[in-house]
């Protein structure tokens, strides 16, 4: 007795999610994200627009309708799961923007069609991937600005206190008030002609002046900026690991929260179990 089997029915939702996942029509749209940045840049020159100008407009309107197409798509192929991606939420908004009427008091939005070249960055996986490291290093991040803030106040007090009270109009400029000494002083953690700029001329009126500046330049700029560059290498490869987990790959990256919590429920339970195997020898 043969057996017949039952070939797969593929509806036309899983013919169109093939289609926008598929590696061509991500490279077809990257193509176009880049062709309309040169497009974009092109507008803002005079000539350009006097020699090829409807033309250019024209050709900007056919891929912002591409790219409407390219979310409708999705959203039929997905459905309500489209709007579970930050990244759909991002090219939603971009695109948004694009079609809103650039006339009258709107005029100046016509400028911020510039914001669709950002998709580049929802379409690109590596970029997906920096954007993921610095969101997971927000949390701390936000810390080291409290520290640098805390920092900040305390030395901007000191030098307002200092040299904010001789009369030479450098030192009123510079450290009259705790704004202008925040300023100066961020302008000295930046290394931005801090030296003949700032530092010697203060020096010349306040010989020991050397002795605040350089701990203070060791500690923002060698020391907490360091932190930031810390944090986010590290939120990159917690980023990567991530990403590698949804993949289904493995591979030699540092462990996140819940490989630990995977590796603690591996141990209560390899626990209990030779508790029970002593209970019933």
């Known amino acids: 007795m043969s057996t017949e089997l039952a070939t797969p029915v593929v509806t036309l939702q899983q013919r169109v999610k093939t289609l926008v996942e598929h ?3 991500t490279a077809f749209i990257t193509v176009l994200i880049l062709i309309n940045a040169v497009t974009l840049g092109l507008e803002t020159d005079r000539d350009v627009m006097a020699l090829m100008g409807p033309e250019l407009h024209a050709f ?4 912002l309708l591409v790219f409407t197409v390219e979310l409708m798509l999705k959203f039929y192929a ?18 948004g923007i694009a079609w809103i009427p650039a006339s009258g008091n709107l005029s100046v939005m016509r400028a911020l069609r510039v914001l669709r070249v950002l998709r580049l ?5 590596q970029m997906r ?7 997971h290093s927000i949390p701390g991040m936000i ?4 520290v640098l803030g805390l920092i900040f106040y305390v030395s901007s007090v000191l030098a307002t206190r200092l040299f ?3 009369p030479d109009p450098n030192m009123q400029e510079w450290f009259g008030s705790i704004s202008a000494s925040a300023y100066t002083l961020f302008q000295i953690m930046t290394l931005e002609s801090w030296s003949m700029g700032v530092v010697r001329p203060t020096m010349e009126l306040f010989p020991w002046a050397w002795s605040f500046f350089l701990p203070f330049i060791i500690i923002t700029s ?32 540092p462990a996140t929260r819940k490989d630990l919590e995977a590796l603690v429920a591996k141990i209560e339970a390899l626990e209990t179990l030779t508790r029970d195997i002593h209970k019933k020898g």
């Open 164 to 166: 904010g009270t001789h």
């Open 129 to 135: 991937r920096v954007i993921s490291a610095i969101g």
């Open 121 to 125: 960055i929802s379409v690109v996986p």
């Open 143 to 146: 810390s080291v600005v409290g």
């Open 222 to 253: 060698f020391a907490v900026l360091n932190f930031f560059i810390g944090i986010i290498v590290d939120s990159m490869q917690i980023a990567q690991k991530l990403e590698a987990e949804e993949e289904g790959k493995q591979g030699d990256q």
């Open 78 to 95: 997905y459905r309500l799961s489209f709007f579970r991606s930050g990244w759909n939420w991002f090219d939603l908004i971009i695109v």
């Open 23 to 25: 590696g061509y029509f």
């Open 60 to 63: 900007d309107t056919l891929i």
